[in-house]
């Protein structure tokens, strides 16, 4: 399961803490202070189920190979 907030509020750490037991991680572009970065762009996609599915292991692979050439 992924879960994506541009801020981290006591709500949304909760909200992991439940979903995302027993070892979620946080990744952190920016600063963690509670405001948007203006440096992050935000796209959203709105698929099916099949095309989310798809989507998801193509996002997947993608940080996979970012991972592998130290880009994340």
């Known amino acids: ?25 946080k990744v952190v572009i920016g600063s963690e202070d509670l405001a948007a970065n203006h440096d992050v762009m935000q796209i959203v996609e709105v698929l099916d189920n099949r095309a989310r599915y798809e989507r998801l292991t193509a996002f997947k692979i993608s940080l996979h190979w970012l991972n592998r050439i130290g880009s994340i």
């Open 1 to 25: 399961m992924l879960m994506f907030s541009a801020t981290w509020p006591v709500a949304i750490h909760r909200l992991a803490q439940e979903y995302m037991d027993p070892n979620p991680v």
